[in-house]
């Protein structure tokens, strides 16, 4: 299927990817910020990969995977906590189509599509594990094919649930 270049999010300054597979390209971008948002309410994030896909969805080819931390943090807006003892937020939502992506610059900005794909907060686990959920997640994305679009969204939390409970025994 060709696709309309204005609807594809346009990558620039393109180094290798972190991670890559048959079904995508993955780039670990924790230090990218979201377009218009405040730049303190990304000092929570632990996690934040673009993935770049033609796979999974006829309309847009790019997700941005993130984890945050809803701990406070002086000068950065209260978290929006699904449950009181929530720790931690990951995530995946659709970047914009025809965004222009800068993979070269840390702090660069991507737009993001709403509603989101996933978000699911858990407790429980450290920011090392939870990195390491979200990196296990790009795996099966670009390596196996399992889709980031929110035609998973109960498989993905489900998948994190038992992670998480992995990682507290």
């Known amino acids: 299927m060709s696709r309309d270049p204005r609807t594809m999010v346009h990558l620039v300054n ?10 995508g390209r993955a780039w670990d971008r924790s230090q990218f ?3 218009g ?3 303190n309410d990304w000092m929570a994030t632990v996690a934040s990969w673009v993935i770049s896909s033609t796979c999974f969805h006829p309309f847009w080819d790019a997700w941005n995977i993130y984890a945050v931390s809803l701990k406070d943090i002086p000068g950065v807006r209260p978290a929006k906590k699904h449950f009181p003892e929530a ?7 659709s970047v914009e189509p025809g965004t222009t ?21 858990v407790l429980g686990i450290s920011a090392d594990e939870v990195r390491e959920i979200v990196t296990d997640m790009i795996t ?21 649930d038992l992670r998480v409970r992995e990682s507290q025994r």
Do not use: C, Y
């Open 14 to 23: 393109v180094p290798p990817p972190t991670k890559q597979g048959r079904f």
């Open 33 to 35: 910020s979201i377009e």
């Open 37 to 39: 948002g405040d730049p």
């Open 87 to 93: 720790e931690w937020e990951i995530g995946i939502v």
């Open 101 to 121: 992506i800068d993979l070269g610059n840390p702090k660069g900005s991507v737009r993001l599509l709403a509603p989101v794909d996933l978000v699911h907060q």
């Open 140 to 160: 099966m994305i670009v390596e196996k094919g399992i889709s980031p679009d929110s035609d998973n969204r109960q498989e993905w939390k489900v998948f994190i």
